[in-house]
């Protein structure tokens, strides 16, 4: 099939396609005598792979490493690993967020909470002093 197709059945735009051919990651394509490549059906495949896995949070240079040439020879020890390794990342992401959002929802608690007589660069100062020897008695 032409790019103009591949592109109709996943739903990339052909530069997209190209992008993927040019890194190593579509490796699936053909260059005909008139230079217009041509792709296998496998090649549908190929891309909802790396969609699919791009979506999930696997790099570019991930996926290089995990998508083997033929499709039909994947190792599937090194998939198991490369996905738990992923979940496991997700998971320190996760505990990174929802850090993040406790100490921003405590920030955000500390400067709703303003003195009415107080103006807001005072109460800036009054939040920002508070965290600071927060940190500092942490430490």
């Known amino acids: 099939m032409n790019i103009g197709e591949l592109a109709k059945r996943t739903g990339l735009a052909p530069s997209r396609i190209r992008f993927y051919e040019r890194i190593g990651l579509l490796t699936q394509v053909e260059r005909l005598p008139n230079g217009y490549r041509s792709y296998p059906p496998e090649a549908v495949t190929a891309l909802e792979l790396i969609t699919t896995a791009q979506t999930a949070g696997f790099s ?72 600071g020897l927060m940190r500092t008695k942490e430490q």
């Open 60 to 131: 570019l240079d991930e996926l290089r490493t995990l998508l083997p040439t033929d499709l039909a020879e994947w190792d599937h020890a090194s998939l198991v690993d490369a996905l738990h390794q992923k979940v496991h990342d997700i998971e320190n992401i996760q505990e990174k967020l929802a850090q993040s959002k406790a100490q921003l929802l405590e920030v955000l608690g500390e400067i709703e909470a303003k003195p009415e007589d107080m103006d807001c660069a005072t109460n800036a100062r009054r939040v920002l002093s508070r965290f």
